[in-house]
């Protein structure tokens, strides 16, 4: 089946530093990427959806500054949170798409919860 | 706008079948079905999809009802590894998946 790797799954930081975090999906090639993040008993929020080798597309109310993703390659998607403040704490999952061919299914990673301190 | 409805919790009894319901009557004719459930504090897991046809494998069956404006993912025999969120999603024409709030499934021992 296909496995969408994301690294870490935890960080702690202190407030004002930078984090990245990765996504990878490991037995296919991903057309495109998304970016979610979760606050507790919510739904899934979408942030960005990144394609391999463009710019991504933030949802409205996203800061393309603040969240700065890259998709350098087909299987590797990263998304950084800079000068990260504690309202950024929050549970991030990244999700890959091989394609239409492949029905558009969605494959997610295990998450990342981020703390700022 | 999730443009899909479902109940936000219900129980079910382990060993039966769990049947979680889902409206989505504005959805074109060409558009998937997709039903994710999120097992707490992980990533979603991918379940089943279907367009018209009702789909099986070795997770869950998914009925969709000849107009398609409704369907129902059935687990048959319901564990407690089985609580979860579970989304019933569509994709949008730019192929996002918004997902709406999801029902939460409670397996009873």
């Known amino acids: 089946g296909a496995v969408v790797s994301q690294h870490p799954s935890r960080v702690i930081c202190k407030s004002g530093t930078s984090v990245k975090i990765e996504c990878r999906s490991l037995d296919f090639q991903a057309t495109t990427m998304f970016w979610y993040r979760q606050f507790p008993k919510q739904s899934l929020m979408l942030m960005a959806t990144s394609n391999e080798g463009s710019k991504a597309t933030y949802e409205q109310g996203v800061e393309k500054d603040k969240f700065l993703i890259n998709h350098a390659s087909l299987t590797l998607s990263t998304l950084t949170v800079t000068s990260a403040h504690p309202e950024d704490s929050s549970f991030y999952i990244c999700?890959?798409?091989?394609?239409?061919?492949?029905?558009?299914?969605?494959?997610f990673g295990a998450g990342t919860r981020l703390s700022v301190l | 706008d999730a443009k899909t409805t479902q109940p936000p919790s219900m129980d079910c009894a382990e060993g039966r079948a769990a049947n979680l319901p889902c409206n989505h009557s504005?959805?074109?004719?060409?558009?998937?079905v997709y039903w994710y459930r999120q097992i707490h504090s992980q990533g979603p897991q991918y379940i089943i999809h279907?367009?018209?046809n009702n789909e099986t494998n070795e997770m869950a069956s998914l009925i969709i009802t000849e107009d398609r404006k409704s369907s129902t993912l059935i687990l048959p025999h319901a564990t407690l590894r089985d609580t979860a969120v579970y989304y019933c999603?569509?994709?949008?024409?730019?192929?996002?998946?918004?997902f709406g709030k999801g029902t939460r499934l409670h397996i009873l021992p």
């Open positions: 279907g367009l018209k």
């Open positions: 999700s890959a798409v091989a394609g239409r061919l492949a029905k558009n299914i969605q494959y």
């Open positions: 504005t959805i074109s004719g060409n558009e998937y």
């Open positions: 999603s569509r994709a949008d024409r730019d192929d996002k998946i918004i």
